[in-house]
């Protein structure tokens, strides 16, 4: 994609989210109740990958984790004592599944909405912070499995998703994707990573292309959360380096979820036969923050 047409795509759609106000789509309550009939088979599974502790090429600043109590032989002496642990994480790495809110991009010089930079200050984000999202996203998910379509383990580094793969898979998958749907779109990340092992991902990353952007809109889905970071790199537009990030969250107001695991329920789709299901995604309380590590639970 050239720079003028990634652009034109982009004035395109943030033009459409302008005329429907500023933030992300909602999810109604007539959509939300018609998600909770999803639920059939009473079964659950994650959509988070464990937190990597460990560093690596594309890791270099991992999660910190380290038990705090009991003191050295406490645990073994009479009486009640307690365990305590501390963490901490870099929310944005290429390795850990997070949530990111609406004021985690910066495009020539503002947030979504034409909220201004500055408003990102030492004590975090004044406004479209992860806590507009305190309440939670739920709703119905869709997962469209491209590497399932092409007949392949995974998407190669630096391949693109486009709307064409959409809709191919909608239709192998018989399902259809909707009006305030969360949709995730597996492109096999985390298989090729757990079977050849952590490489640069943010050289080398298969993602969206960022004219597949358009089909959120036109599909005017609330979420799109990927097994990577949702963009492709290298970047197919020479001057934006994260071109599914700008147009979906700057112009379109949408979150995004990077770095999730789709295997599990990959399997669970296919063994219930269906790839719909409610989603419910909880982030962390963090009234300033411009994302949360995140769970998301897909009921069957």
């Known amino acids: ?3 003028e047409e990634f652009w034109t795509l982009y004035e395109r759609l943030r033009d459409r989210a302008a005329d429907s106000g500023r933030g992300a789509p909602r999810v109604t309550p007539q959509q939300l109740r018609a998600a909770a ?5 009473g079964r659950t599974v994650t959509m988070a990958a464990p937190v990597d502790t460990l560093p690596g090429p594309d890791n270099p600043q991992p999660a910190e984790y380290r038990l705090t109590g009991p003191a050295p032989g406490e645990a073994e002496a009479p009486g009640l004592h307690f365990a305590f642990d501390r963490f901490a994480m870099n929310v ?3 390795a850990d599944s997070h949530l990111d809110a609406l004021c985690h991009v910066i495009y020539d010089g503002t947030l979504h909405g ?3 930079a500055s408003s990102l200050t030492a004590e975090g984000a004044a406004e479209l912070s992860v806590d507009a999202v305190r309440d939670g996203l739920l709703g119905r998910g869709v997962l469209l499995d491209i590497p399932r379509l092409r007949g392949v383990p995974w998407l190669e580094p630096g391949d693109s998703v486009t709307t064409e793969d959409l809709v191919a898979a909608e239709a192998a998958q018989d399902v259809r994707v909707g009006a305030g749907d969360l949709l995730f779109v597996r492109v096999g990340h985390r298989r090729r990573r757990a079977e050849h092992g952590p490489w640069e991902a943010a050289r080398a990353r ?3 292309h960022p004219g597949a952007v358009g089909f959120l809109a036109d599909r005017r889905v609330v979420a799109l959360g990927g097994d990577g970071n949702n963009d492709t790199a290298p970047s197919p537009v020479d001057t934006v380096g994260f071109p599914t990030h700008v147009l979906a969250i700057h112009a379109l107001g949408l979150y995004l979820l990077d770095y999730l695991q789709f295997e599990d329920l990959a ?3 296919e063994q219930e036969g269906r790839w719909s299901f409610l989603c419910v995604i909880a982030p962390l309380r963090l ?3 411009t994302g949360s590590p995140v769970n998301p639970i897909a009921l069957f």
């Open 206 to 208: 298969a993602g969206m």
């Open 1 to 3: 994609m050239s720079p």
């Open 267 to 269: 399997d669970v789709c």
């Open 92 to 94: 944005h790495g290429d």
């Open 114 to 116: 034409g909220v201004p």
């Open 37 to 41: 009939t999803e639920v059939r088979a």
């Open 287 to 289: 009234p300033a923050a």
